[in-house]
Nanobody, 123 residues
Framework: QVQLVESGGGLVQRGGSLKLSCVAS????????MGWFRQAPEKGREFVAA????????GYADSMKGRVTISKDNAKNTVFLQINSLKPEDTAAYYC????????????????WGQGTQVTVSS
């Protein structure tokens, strides 16, 4: 019943930045913990970042700490992912996810997923 739509991906040069957006509908946005995952071709889905219902707690993959920031705007039903210093290995489809847990880091804790937005980083 929750729909998620990601946007903001594109083709970026190494060292550039992107800010991804995920707009939620069909539920009370503040009731959901939110997360971002990514998946490159022939690879599994990888955790990127998570934020609690209130926005007061955040978590990040160790490999991306210092380069990525997750935030949310409850008034706009939107969660964001800011990625800086992009590397070619960041190339992947990025997915937004929502779950009823207050805060979650595991893929299995999320019940709703968007269709993804493609990020491609050139070298």
């Amino acid at each position: 019943q929750v729909q998620l739509v990601e946007s903001g991906g594109g083709l970026v040069q190494r060292g550039g930045s992107l800010k991804l957006s995920c707009v939620a509908s069909g539920g009370t946005f503040s009731n959901y913990g939110m997360g971002w995952f990514r998946q490159a071709p022939e690879k599994g889905r990888e955790f990127v970042a998570a934020i609690s219902r209130t926005g007061g707690s955040t978590g990040y993959a160790d490999s991306m700490k210092g380069r990525v920031t997750i935030s949310k705007d409850n008034a706009k039903n939107t969660v964001f992912l800011q990625i800086n210093s992009l590397k070619p290995e960041d190339t992947a489809a990025y997915y937004c996810a929502a779950g009823r847990n207050y805060f979650a880091l595991r893929e299995s804790d999320y019940a709703y997923w968007g269709q993804g937005t493609q990020v491609t980083v050139s070298s």
